[in-house]
């Protein structure tokens, strides 16, 4: 084993980092303090292995950390991108303002650290991706040095000594924005006198308001929309918000057909969310206690499905355009998408992947089918091409210059940054343009923790041989500025989020975890507070954060420049 490593080649290259992965992702099944630094502990191992002799040739390092970040923020890119846009809507603009302005709280403080304590920006810039735990940022910034020395022509090695330097900055500063995020919250919670079931009880109530997919039943008792067409009423009466999938007249159960004549004493099962709840009832009448078996009785012929959409020539097509109700006499209820339920609005572009919940006849169900291809095991089959395409196409865009007045040097997103804005237009557009983007989430975990592994272990091996001189040198300062760089920005958000905005605390600490891009400190607040709801607001803001701290970390090494 050690002439395989002495050798310096492809095979001792794997070796070691083979070793760090391992022992890094082993460590990580253990909490210290009750916390797990989970795969970050491939760095450390990295490092301490490095520090101890095992090196790797540095033109191998850099290809192999470049496309594990490549494969990282790719995978990202694509799982957040179809809702990367819809984040905007609603709730989610203040609270992707709030994000905007901690990312922004977070440049300042660490320029300020820089003016106050003369530390160089570049290294700055490494502390300040550690203590918000944003491994991309990371990379963008060692991107964004090589880039530079290459485009100025200066020297190479010594952009790689400052690469290797923000990397042990990073890794001293992580712990530190790991455990100075979670006090803070806890400190939080008693400067806001916060009771946690109370506002569970507020935050799970509103969610409801806002997101739910139910299911009601209301008597036609409306005079106004006697003897009018079904779909009249829809298109009159705000009908995207809801979707009347059966009718009942007498004991008869029907599907509910767009041509359907409203009649007095008609009974509606109706998929709306809770939100619009009161308008289905003003539209049609009060709404009743209904069994479902009342809507199945065997004489009716009808029965509810769930179909997946597998056939590609699909995706990019409208419920509207694919006509289903008229065609098969079909109603689709619901879509599920991602985990997420979805109402079945008319516009609701449909893509590979989906499950649609639907109501109708077994010969109705049947030929819809067909057209959608509804054979899940096809989806546990890589698409590839689409994602190889988009790195290609990531790599040129990330290689763009984009020109500032004030800009010495044009700003380039870099490797990570290309990547991750093609990734997020391809999930988000994709469909659209009838291009298949997806992958299963258990796929897109594996690509993402695979990069992030490679990435972290050729981090780790590259800043060991500088790691602990850099410390001994004065590094132990970058503690207190890591404490600083994460405390500042979250402290003065929450405080805006609570007495400006009147967010709940359980809101804001989705906030906070999405604003850092810290996965730990979700972790922690799901498990002491007990709320599903703090990952639904970490989602909301999580995509236009990662995008902005990638971008964040590339203009502060221009500016350094």
């Known amino acids: 084993m050690m002439n395989l490593i002495s050798q310096g080649g ?11 992965i391992a022992i890094g992702l082993w460590l990580g099944r253990f909490k210290v303090w009750g916390i797990s630094f989970g795969m970050v502990w491939i760095l450390f191992v990295g490092i301490i292995l490095s520090h101890f002799g095992l090196r790797i040739n540095p033109t191998m390092l850099s290809f192999i950390k470049d496309f594990g970040l490549i494969l990282f923020v790719f995978a990202i890119g694509l799982q957040v991108g179809p809702g990367f846009f819809s984040s905007f809507r609603k709730e989610g603009l203040p609270m992707n303002l709030m994000a905007v302005l901690m990312v922004v709280l977070t440049m300042v403080t660490t320029y300020v650290i820089h003016l106050v304590s003369g530390e160089n920006l570049a290294t700055m810039t490494g502390v300040m991706s550690g203590a918000i735990t944003n491994t991309p940022g ?3 910034a060692q991107q964004a040095l090589t880039d530079s020395a290459v485009a100025l022509g200066s020297s190479l090695k010594a952009a790689e000594e400052e690469s290797s330097t923000i990397a042990s900055a990073y890794a001293v500063a992580y712990p530190i924005g790991v455990l100075g995020a979670m006090l803070l919250v806890m400190c939080l919670k008693g400067l806001f006198r916060i009771d946690i079931e109370k506002e569970k009880a507020i935050s799970e109530h509103k969610g409801d308001e806002e997101n739910n997919v139910l299911r009601i039943a209301c008597k036609v008792e409306n005079p106004a929309i006697f003897g009018k067409r079904l779909a009249s009423i829809s298109e009159e009466k705000m009908g995207e918000h809801f979707v009347v999938s059966r009718v009942m007249r007498g004991s008869e159960v029907s599907v509910a057909d767009p041509d359907w004549i409203l009649a007095e004493g008609d009974k509606l099962l109706i998929v709306t969310d809770a939100g619009h709840r009161d308008l289905v009832r003003i539209i049609f009448g009060e709404e009743f206690t209904a069994d479902m078996r009342d809507w199945q009785k065997p004489g009716s012929k009808l029965m509810s499905r769930r179909l997946s959409i597998t056939k590609s020539d699909i995706t990019g097509k409208s419920l509207r355009k694919l006509d289903i109700r008229h065609k098969y006499g079909v109603t689709v209820t619901r879509i599920l998408r991602a985990g997420i339920e979805l109402q079945a609005e008319p516009d609701v572009i449909l893509q590979v992947g989906d499950s649609i919940q639907v ?11 067909k057209l959608i291809g509804n054979k899940p095991e096809t989806l ?10 988009g790195i290609a196409l990531g790599v040129l865009v990330g290689t763009l210059p984009i020109r500032f007045p004030s800009m010495p040097q044009p700003l380039r997103l870099g490797l990570a940054g ?6 997020i237009l391809l999930g988000h557009f994709g469909p659209k343009l009838r291009i298949t983007t997806y992958t299963a989430l258990s796929a897109n975990l594996m690509i993402r923790e695979i990069g992030l592994s490679l990435f972290m272990a050729a981090v780790g091996v590259g800043a060991g041989e500088t790691f602990v001189s850099s410390l001994v040198g ?18 003065i958000a929450a405080l805006i989020a609570k007495y400006a905005l009147k967010m709940d605390f359980l809101r804001i600490c989705g906030l906070l975890a999405g604003g850092t891009t810290d996965v730990v400190l979700l972790s922690f607040t799901e498990q002491t507070y007990g709320s599903s709801r703090i990952a639904v607001n970490y989602a909301t803001v999580y ?17 350094y420049l």
Do not use: D, H
């Open 543 to 559: 995509p236009l954060t990662m995008f902005l701290r990638v971008v964040a970390a590339q203009i502060m090494i221009m500016i």
């Open 359 to 369: 109501v109708g006849t077994e010969e109705g169900i049947k030929g819809l089918s």
């Open 10 to 20: 492809t095979a001792g290259a794997i070796l070691i980092l083979a070793l760090v």
């Open 380 to 389: 546990s089959k890589p698409n590839l091409v689409p994602i190889f395409f």
């Open 474 to 491: 004065g590094g132990y300062i970058w503690i207190l500025y890591a404490f600083l760089i994460v405390t500042i920005p979250m402290l």
């Open 138 to 140: 990371m990379g963008a």
């Open 418 to 423: 290309g990547a991750l804005i093609v990734a």
